[in-house]
């Protein structure tokens, strides 16, 4: 049997980008899981039988929209509260980009809105954070 090639936690990087020129590109502190989610939204047409009107139609369907959504959620790194704090105020897209382990190197990249920062705790714990970043416009993949 041949074993696939796995990756760790640490492969697969979420980084956001500082606005600067040159951009400058660093992953938030204390993120312990992370996500990147594509969609596809389609649009249906019923496409009858020329030849028997009364035969069952069949539904075609084309891709419309296409979307993104990067997801974390770890412990709330005092280091990087105002990043998500700031970024979340603004209501402003950010440059962003997520290396997705087994990749080699590759990456996505486009502009992402923080759509949501959560912070909760419970007695006895760190206090933890969840964020979402939804896509704001084209994303695109770069080959490694």
Partial sequence: MTKPTTHTFGDFLVKLGDGASPEVFSAPCGLTSKGFNQSANAQETTVPDCTDPDAPAYIERAIDTLSSEISGSGVMAEEAFDTWQDWFSSGAS??????????????????????????????????????????????????A
Avoid: H
């Avoid at 912070?119 to 006895?124: F, I, S």
């Fill in 94 to 143: 950010k440059n962003c980009r997520v290396y997705p382990a087994g990749a080699g190197g590759g990456y996505y990249s486009g502009r992402f809105i923080l759509t949501s920062f959560n912070q909760q705790v419970q007695r006895g714990q760190k206090v933890n954070v969840d964020v979402t970043m939804a896509s704001d416009g084209e994303y695109t993949w770069t080959g």
